[in-house]
């Protein structure tokens, strides 16, 4: 695991930001892994600025999401894709026709879940997937107790889920209670796991997912198996782990071939 940890999350949105633009630059057609919430919006934003003014061009890229809630209509302010589009999509030049979210709305949910890993292998598997990570350790919606090996399926949300989710919809009660997710299993098989943690409500989950045993009660730490799995954090989001010093050492002294 690499772990960056920078002074706030302006700093980290930027470094993750840097690590996707390099793929997309390297690698026109790569194949790019999207989470919602908080956390990636400003590298979001830094990512649509390149674009602006750097000519960051998507137009080859394929992008799949981690996740929807069950039963929104994709212009519901809560779905997440909305979120993608308001975020994201509408402001670079990706392709509709190359953008996937798990739908939501599907009357046969196994038989879209199917059809969803099934795209990612026909579009040559993930290159880098965004992450975020909840307070309990979710990874995706792939709440505690979740299979390590777990594909993407319908699964149900924790009432700490649905708290923290609950500013989009008006109150925590009209949260849906389940959501399609890619599975820890779909996730490990992205060649980069790219994670983002800002704030000290995140703290003990990045701890317990980076330093803490390998457990599904904190799927996060499923990622002490990936190969290429890196962890960008703010001091707050950092602030339990033990061995922070060794890993900024690690950070500010790679080689220049190594550093993004
Ligand atoms: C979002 C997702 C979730 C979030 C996590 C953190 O697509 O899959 O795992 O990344 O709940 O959410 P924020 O960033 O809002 O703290």
Redesign the pocket.
Known sequence: MEIIIQPDSRHASAVAAKIVANLVREKPHAVLG????????EMYRVLVEMHHKEGLDFSQNTAF???EYVGLPPGHPGS?HSYMREHLFRHINIPASRVNIPDGRAADIPACCLDYEERIHTAGGIDIQI?????DG?????EPTSSLASRTRIKTLTAG?RR??AALFGGEDNVPHHVI?MGLGTIMDCRVCLL????K??AQAVAAAVEGPLTAMIPASVLQMHPRAIFVLDEDAASHLTRADYYKWVYENKPDWQKY
Do not use: M, V
């Open positions: 999207f989470a919602t919430g908080q956390t990636p919006l999401n981690l996740d997440y992450l975020g990570i909840g307070t979710h990874l995706g919606f792939n889920t923290d989710n997710t983002l943690a800002f704030g409500k995140k």
